[in-house]
């Protein structure tokens, strides 16, 4: 596995005031890029990840049990920083295509950073929930019901496509060992998961009708694709654990990873059958409303020995060093998804604990997204340094 999984923050010495060309310069931003030129030369699809840590903060907090003045303004900012990043993010690649096709090609055939093809289509999606529940405060439902299927359907084509496209590279091009499962190996395949939790969210909206049934039913089958990848993969990644222990400090936070699919599964359950009821009725309800708890809970229960677990690596791993890089987007995502799942229990069985338990992870949630957006600022905008061209990139 890569040391340097993902361009990670290294350690210069201090910037001369001296720019390139001999000249005293008072630059204050992007101070260790040579040129401006390298802002796009090595962008790679893991960036994508910070819109998704930063959208699920809004988006988490929109259904949070705990409601109080300010939250929905506030989840409203952090939802608009989100659609400005994908807007900003996108507008990027887009020139990195052009300007550095030959590097952007070569993506795909790394065996680490092509798995993170499955950030972009989970960003789209978290956008476009956020847009749904939090932007119509704004645009109006209509526009943002406009804007959300948009997005929504964007997001599952390309999910749908990382999920084949990527294992299948896997398969057939990557060079892998036993040692090479990691955190990241899930990332394309969570997608069409995200996908069937936040197409849920537009089932009231769909035509009644096969219309309506066609996407339930869609959105449970890429349910169990998700579910039944992830869980294979989970299982990879215990092996190398058990193993070959921990391996390269930087991969390290995409432990975190492993709670992405769980709380993302347990999210989908609960918002498919509270909505199931929409598309079907009788006993098909009412069992599609009781999977949500009866698959919820036991997962959780994974969910919580997991986080421990990774808990006591990370923790282990920073007395010894943790670089920064864009793996600590890891420590976002994932536990915004035990939120919602966690809000989706306690909707459905009325258990305070569960209130108790998705308060307590939301704001677990925020103080990791202050830490890592605060680094992430610092070593993009001020520094420049998480745009420089890796020190190596073998696997």
């Not at 819109?51 to 809004?58: E, H, L, R, S």
């Not at 409601?67 to 990027?92: E, H």
């Not at 476009?128 to 209509?142: H, N, P, R």
């Not at 923790?315 to 994932?334: D, K, M, V, Y």
Request: aromatic share 8%; charged share 10%.
């Amino acid at each position: 596995m890569g040391t340097l999984l993902l361009t990670a923050d290294k350690h210069h010495p201090a910037p001369s005031a001296q720019t390139p060309g001999g000249r005293t310069g008072g630059r204050r931003v992007l101070r260790r890029l040579e040129k401006p030129s390298e802002l796009f030369a090595n962008l790679t699809p893991n960036w994508f990840a910070s819109i998704m840590g930063t959208g699920i903060v809004a988006t988490a907090a929109a259904t949070l049990p705990l409601q109080f003045p300010g939250l929905r303004t506030g989840a409203t900012v952090v939802w608009a920083l989100a659609s400005m990043l994908l807007i900003l993010l996108t507008t990027a690649t887009a020139v990195h295509w052009i300007r550095h096709r030959e590097t952007a090609q070569s993506h795909h055939s790394h065996p680490v950073i092509a798995h993170f093809y499955g950030a972009p289509p989970m960003a789209l999606l978290t956008v476009g929930a956020g847009t749904l529940l939090l932007g119509k405060d704004v645009l109006g439902e209509q526009l943002a019901l406009g804007i959300d299927t948009v997005l929504w359907v964007a997001g599952t084509v390309l999910g749908l496509a990382s999920a084949v496209a990527v294992p299948y590279l896997q398969f057939t091009r990557h060079q892998v060992t036993q040692d090479s499962a990691f955190g990241g190996w899930l990332m394309p395949v969570v997608p069409p998961m995200v996908s069937a939790s936040t197409g849920a969210l537009l089932l009231p909206y769909v035509p009644a009708g096969q219309a309506r049934l066609s996407l339930l039913m869609g959105c449970y089958a890429m349910f169990g694709l998700s579910l039944l990848a992830s869980i294979i993969i989970t299982t990879l990644i215990w092996n190398r654990l058990a193993g070959h222990k921990i391996g390269a400090a930087a991969a390290v936070p995409t432990l975190w990873i492993v709670l992405g699919p769980l709380g993302q599964s347990i999210t989908a359950a609960n918002l498919l059958g509270g909505n199931a009821h929409l598309a079907v009725s009788g006993t098909l309800a009412q069992a599609m409303e009781a999977l949500g708890v009866l698959y919820g809970v036991p997962v959780l229960g994974f969910a919580l020995m997991w986080a421990a677990l990774a808990t006591a690596i990370t923790i282990r791993t920073a007395r010894r060093g943790l670089p920064f890089s864009l793996t600590w987007w890891s420590f976002t995502f994932p536990i915004g998804t035990c939120v919602t799942g966690l809000t989706g229990l306690a909707a459905h069985t009325h258990l305070a604990v569960f209130d108790a338990m998705a308060v307590a992870g939301y704001t677990l949630l925020v103080a990791a997204w202050i830490i890592v957006a605060a680094r992430t600022f610092h070593g993009s905008i001020l520094q420049g340094t998480l745009f420089q061209k890796p020190a190596t990139t073998a696997p």
